[in-house]
Each structure stands twice: as structure tokens, then as C-alpha cells.
């Protein structure tokens, strides 16, 4: 555990929100104080179950039964696909049916609903967004034509005489009426597009949503409308007009002035096609080197502990450590820049995201902070829960572990788009956590394959989940290393995928593929205690050592 006092935050009763919780409702799922007990089990409409907070169990949400308010649906009839109640079996309109118990559904939906995401975010809203571009693209080129169109027509005029003017503005005028109604068809189709893909888009969130959730009433109320988005709308066709000037004839003027080509805006039914998800390239095979070389040593001259280190570019590195300034060095070890925590407390730890903004956690104030222009914005707060270790993904989210304020007894994954909270990652399918409790550190990193990487410390082990938060494997060290003795700390990821996980326990760094089978180690570097890690575009990995204050760069490919 980190030298680091964690304040404690007291907990309040759901009713009354003044006095301390005490006591939990495991069929209401609510926290009460003692005062407020008396008052929820006077609601003899409901049934309950009060047991002490600390004894509470995870208890089903039963959906309520649509049809009979006072009961709750804990079957589900296989042949009309609804749940149902026992007062519903028992008036015999579901005579002869077969039922499952409704807590197996989302076990048994959950292939469904991932096979309905993956088509939904890697080939129907893929298409939409293309047809999107196309459209816009469509309006573009009209734009340019029309543009081309008007000066011809007006260079025309400018060679004729006061006595065509009349036909001049006349033809103007049937340009500006052809391109309204060609606009006015791509913008229709265009809005179309648009709303089928917010439609899209909330599908996924909503199936995202149902993924994570606990909730039966979200699985079992759920409506595929991946059927009705693979039908795509005909496309509109519209034809660009060309213009043919003719020879001034002043006895055949309005014959000869020039003609503009028919307006023809036509609908192809199947001019759209579904788009096909592209193979991910592999990148080239780099091979691990017999010895890894130690490049460089940079002095950080910390004084304390040295926790994180994180690459800016292939020619600078933030870290920080156990103090409240975190430091911009160049690989010479001049200190560039200094940065000091908002709270004047020490960040947790650090992470670069893609545009080259520094972001830190700080577990004093429960935030996740990023530094633009010198000037520090809170970007996440969190309500119940401890921010350990962040990474910044391919994408641009943020994946967050943290613990919680109850003696820390729960750990989970969270991923943050900006503010907004996408994804928690807390449980297998059997329902066991994923993750130790306790406040220990739990580095991340995200693989090229999307995996999420966890080094949890306290369990001994690298937690690997995949873009779903599915597990994947976990390694617990190599057969050799003694039972007990694996430390994972920091942990990273490089081009082909590998994963490189710090083992304070034994002064090197494991190197595992992509599947979790063990590959080498590093420990021919003179490393003592090494805890932070990360790499650089060029598969260069930089290691903090937590008390000598020193950052080792390490070629190992």
C-alpha cells in the first residue's frame, strides 16, 4: 500500500441523508439509519429484507410484472419471450409453455447482445458515417459546379448586350431554382442519414449499458433494430447539368443564348452497400534481443519515492512521485517544466493523452485532473470512490481503477470518455470480483488488440480483460518465481502486443505475449525496485526505480 492517509468519506442514510447508514433493504436495495428503519417497514405494500450494511448481498432486480403491479417476474416463457409472474402462470395463459429462471437470461442474451454491438459499431455505424461523408462530399462538388455554372452563364452576358439582360437573369434564375431542389433532396436524405445514425449510436449505448448492468427489467426489454438498420435508404442520384454556349445571333437571341441540360434527381435502391469491417494490419515482427541494453540513466533527483513515468515524445518524459510536483525531463535529464497538483496533495498517478495533455489523479480530492496550458481542469470526480492509476486508450478514453470509500472493499475499471462515464469493469460472469480489494496500487495499459491490462499488486497477478471487459487470463509469474513472491507494478504495452509488468518483488520486469504465456525477463539492468513503466513510439521502455529517484531507459527488441 502506498505511504499515502486516505480520508475517509462518511457514508448517509438514502431517506434521511443526515444520519450515518447503518442498515440496508436487500429487496429495495436501499441504506438506512436506524431511525429510518422503522419508517421503510411501515410500507406494508412492499416486501422487505433489513439486514446489517456490512452483511448486505447482491439481490436480483426482479422486473415488476407489467400485468400484476404487486408481483414480480422471476420466470421467463420461452415461447412468448416475456418474463412472467406466478399469478400469470397460474391463470393458464402460458399452459404447456416451457420457462427458465429469468436471472438465466442475460447469461444466454449475452452472446446476442454482443453479436448485435460488434455489427452495430464495426459495420452499420461505420456506413452510415461514410454515407454521411459521401453526401457532404456530393453537396461540395454541387456547390463547385453551380459556382462554374453561374460564371459561364454571367461571362455570356457580359459579351451580349443590354437586350439579352431579360434572358441572362432568366436562365440565372432556373440555376438557383435547379440547385434549391437539388440541395433540397441531398439535404432531406442527408437528415435522414443523420437521425438513423443518432438512432445507431444510442443502440450501442443502450447495449453497452445492458452489458455492464445487473439490471433484468434493461436485458429483458431489449428490441434488436439491427434488421431494421441493414435495410439503407435508396440513394439519391442527381445529375450536374452542363451549360453550351452558342454564337451571338441577335435575330435567334433566346434560341442561341445557350441551354442548360434537364434537372434529373433520380433514387437508386441499392446504391448503398454495408460496409465490411477492415482487417487490423499487423506490425512488422520485432524480435527480443539476447540482452536488453541499458541506454541511458536519468537522475529525477526525488526525494522521496518515485511512483510513475509516462513518455510526452520519444524525447521527454513526465513523472512524479511522492511529493506534489510532477516534472518534464529530457532524456539529458534537464528538468524542463514543473507542475504542482491543484490540491497541493500527491498525484496518484500520471498519463499523456493523444493530443500531448498531461492527466493526473488525485485520491486526496477523488479527481481526475488534465493539465492544458499550464492550467489544471478537473475532468473527473468521482462519489464513493478512490482514483488509483489511469492510462490514456487508443481512442482517446481514459480507464481509471479505483477503490472504494467502505474500507476499500471493492476495486473495478472504469473508462471515461471526457466526463462521461462509457464502461465499469468490475466482475467475471460468475459474479466474482475481478480485481483485490484494498487501496494498492492497480497500473493499466490498453494492447494494440484493445485488451485491458491491470497489474494488480495485492492479488499477485496481471488481470487481462478484452474491449468488453470479458476476462481473457491471468498471470500470477512464472512457474520458477516462488508462490507469493510476484510484485507487479507499473505495467505497458508495445507494438506487437507484448506486456511488460515491473516485479518489485524481484528487481526485473516479466515480458508476456499477447495471451499471457511468459517470454523473457529483464534483469540483467542493474534494476532495484522498479514501479513505473511505459514505452515510446520506438518500443523503447523507460523503468522508474522507487527509491534511488532514477528513470533507466531499456532497449529490449
Given at each position: 500500500m502506498d505511504p499515502l492517509d486516505r480520508a475517509q468519506v462518511l457514508l448517509l442514510c438514502d431517506l434521511c441523508q443526515k444520519a450515518p447508514l447503518q442498515d440496508h433493504c436487500e429487496l429495495c436495495q436501499i441504506n438506512l439509519c436506524k431511525a429510518c428503519v422503522g419508517e421503510h417497514l411501515s410500507d406494508s405494500s412492499q416486501r422487505h429484507k433489513v439486514v446489517p450494511y456490512k452483511h448486505r448481498t447482491s439481490t436480483p432486480n426482479y422486473p415488476k410484472c407489467p400485468n400484476h403491479t404487486q408481483k414480480h417476474c422471476e420466470l421467463y416463457c420461452e415461447k412468448c419471450d416475456i418474463p412472467v409472474c406466478s399469478t400469470c402462470i397460474s391463470?393458464?395463459?402460458?399452459?404447456?409453455?416451457?420457462?427458465?429462471?429469468?436471472?438465466?437470461?442475460?447469461?444466454?442474451?449475452?452472446?446476442?447482445?454482443?453479436?448485435?454491438?460488434?455489427?452495430?459499431?464495426?459495420?452499420?455505424?461505420?456506413?452510415?458515417?461514410?454515407?454521411?461523408?459521401?453526401?457532404?462530399?456530393?453537396k461540395v462538388k454541387l456547390e463547385k459546379n453551380y459556382e462554374k455554372l453561374t460564371s459561364a452563364v454571367t461571362k455570356q452576358?457580359?459579351?451580349?448586350h443590354r437586350e439579352i439582360n431579360i434572358i441572362v437573369n432568366k436562365q440565372k434564375s432556373e440555376i438557383d431554382e435547379m440547385k434549391t431542389k437539388k440541395l433540397a433532396a441531398l439535404n432531406k436524405q442527408e437528415k435522414e442519414i443523420k437521425q438513423i445514425t443518432s438512432e445507431v449510436k444510442q443502440s450501442i449505448l443502450d447495449l453497452k449499458k445492458i452489458l455492464v448492468s445487473n439490471d433484468i427489467s434493461l436485458t429483458s426489454g431489449?428490441?434488436?433494430?439491427?434488421?431494421?438498420?441493414?435495410?439503407?435508404?435508396?440513394?439519391?442520384?442527381?445529375?450536374?447539368?452542363?451549360y453550351s454556349p452558342h454564337q451571338i445571333n441577335t435575330d435567334q437571341l433566346h434560341q442561341m443564348f445557350g441551354s442548360l441540360s434537364a434537372l434529373s434527381i433520380t433514387t437508386e435502391e441499392h446504391g448503398y452497400t454495408m460496409k465490411t469491417p477492415e482487417a487490423v494490419s499487423c506490425p512488422p515482427v520485432k524480435p527480443l534481443l539476447d540482452e536488453p541494453e541499458l541506454i541511458t540513466t536519468i537522475d529525477t533527483r526525488y526525494k522521496l519515492s518515485l511512483y510513475s513515468v509516462?513518455?510526452?515524445?520519444?524525447?521527454?518524459?513526465?513523472?512524479?512521485?511522492?511529493?506534489?510536483?510532477?516534472?518534464?525531463?529530457?532524456?539529458?535529464?534537464?528538468?524542463?517544466?514543473?507542475?504542482?497538483?491543484?490540491?497541493?496533495?500527491?498525484?496518484?498517478?500520471?498519463?499523456?493523452?493523444?493530443?500531448?495533455?498531461?492527466?493526473?489523479?488525485?485520491?486526496?480530492?477523488?479527481?481526475?485532473?488534465?493539465?492544458?496550458?499550464?492550467?489544471?481542469?478537473?475532468?473527473?470526480r468521482l462519489e464513493g470512490w478512490i482514483p488509483i492509476n489511469v492510462c490514456s486508450t487508443s481512442s482517446g478514453d481514459l480507464?481509471?481503477?479505483?477503490?472504494?470509500?467502505?474500507?476499500?472493499?471493492?476495486?473495478?475499471?472504469?473508462?471515461?470518455?471526457?466526463?462521461?462515464?462509457?464502461?465499469?469493469?468490475?466482475?467475471?460472469?460468475?459474479?466474482?470480483?475481478?480485481y483485490s480489494s484494498g487501496n494498492f496500487?492497480?497500473?493499466?495499459?490498453?494492447?494494440?488488440?484493445?485488451?485491458?491490462?491491470?497489474?494488480?499488486?495485492?492479488?499477485?497477478?496481471?488481470?487481462?480483460?478484452?474491449q468488453a471487459g470479458t476476462p481473457r487470463f491471468k498471470y500470477t509469474g512464472h512457474p520458477s518465481t516462488k508462490k507469493g513472491s510476484f510484485g507487479p507494478v507499473g505495467i505497458t504495452t508495445d507494438s506487437q502486443s507484448q506486456i511488460l509488468t515491473a516485479d518489485c518483488d524481484n528487481n526485473c520486469i516479466h515480458i508476456l505475449d499477447q495471451d499471457g504465456q511468459f517470454l523473457r525477463y529483464i534483469g540483467n539492468c542493474g534494476l532495484k525496485l522498479p514501479r513505473?513503466?511505459?514505452?515510446?513510439?520506438?518500443?523503447?521502455?523507460?523503468?522508474?526505480?522507487?527509491?534511488?529517484g532514477k528513470v533507466k531507459k531499456i532497449k529490449y527488441m
Open positions: 391463470l393458464g395463459k402460458h399452459h404447456g409453455h416451457e420457462f427458465k429462471d429469468i436471472l438465466q437470461k442475460p447469461s444466454f442474451m449475452k452472446e446476442f447482445f454482443t453479436t448485435d454491438l460488434e455489427e452495430l459499431e464495426k459495420r452499420i455505424l461505420p456506413t452510415y458515417e461514410e454515407i454521411s461523408s459521401d453526401l457532404y462530399s456530393e452576358g457580359e459579351d451580349w431489449y428490441r434488436s433494430r439491427n434488421a431494421e438498420f441493414r435495410s439503407l435508404l435508396p440513394k439519391v442520384n442527381v445529375s450536374l447539368p452542363s509516462t513518455c510526452l515524445n520519444d524525447a521527454e518524459i513526465w513523472t512524479c512521485g511522492l511529493d506534489k510536483i510532477m516534472k518534464l525531463y529530457n532524456l539529458q535529464g534537464k528538468l524542463l517544466k514543473s507542475i504542482q497538483t491543484k490540491s497541493g496533495d500527491t498525484p496518484q498517478d500520471i498519463a499523456v493523452t493523444r493530443s500531448g495533455d498531461l492527466v493526473y489523479t488525485d485520491s486526496k480530492t477523488r479527481t481526475v485532473n488534465i493539465v492544458k496550458n499550464k492550467k489544471i481542469q478537473e475532468v473527473i480507464l481509471v481503477t479505483m477503490v472504494s470509500d467502505d474500507d476499500n472493499e471493492q476495486s473495478k475499471v472504469v473508462r471515461y470518455s471526457g466526463s462521461t462515464e462509457k464502461q465499469t469493469i468490475q466482475f467475471a460472469s460468475e459474479g466474482k470480483p475481478l496500487t492497480k497500473y493499466i495499459s490498453e494492447n494494440r488488440n484493445l485488451n485491458i491490462c491491470v497489474a494488480d499488486f495485492k492479488a499477485s497477478a496481471v488481470v487481462v480483460v478484452n513505473g513503466l511505459c514505452e515510446d513510439a520506438t518500443d523503447n521502455l523507460f523503468v522508474t526505480e522507487l527509491n534511488s
